[in-house]
């Protein structure tokens, strides 16, 4: 579980709301939180960090992802992004399939903005047809 600054555990999409402020996008201005739940339960945060050479940056989705592998877990039981825009926004089609390879296809994806409409779709239904691991046996 993640901590907030005065060791407060905090939800999902708290997770999400807080290191959505650490994004470096100093070019579309356009923040993204992720946070992801794993197996364990514990959640694993990640933010955009644009860079000036497009498209070397790195999503939301794909840093809370690192974070959880470099911690040693590889399975996602939810994730929940969350972004300043009207509408809430789907996780790109890279990171669909990042999130795939770590979660199944029931993994519920909730996706947000900061004025707090959501949108929660399974990944199967963010990523009909998934390329999967089973695809590479003969």
């Given at each position: ?54 498209p070397e ?20 039981s939810e ?32 996706m947000a ?26």
């Open positions: 579980m993640v901590l907030g600054a005065l060791g407060v555990k905090m939800s999902l999409r708290e997770a999400a709301k807080a290191v959505r402020l650490n994004a470096h996008a100093p070019y579309s201005q356009f923040k993204v939180g992720a946070a992801i739940r794993s197996a364990s339960g514990a959640i694993y945060v990640g933010c955009n960090v644009e860079n000036v050479a497009y940056g790195t999503c939301a989705e794909a840093g809370a992802i690192a974070a959880m592998v470099a911690a040693g877990e590889t399975a996602i994730a929940y992004v969350i972004a300043g825009a009207a509408l809430p926004v789907t996780p790109c089609g890279g990171c669909r399939q990042k999130l795939a390879e770590f979660g199944d296809g029931a993994v519920p994806v909730t903005t900061t004025q707090g409409v959501e949108q929660v779709m399974t990944l199967a239904e963010l990523l009909p047809g998934t390329f999967s691991a089973s695809h590479m046996e003969e």
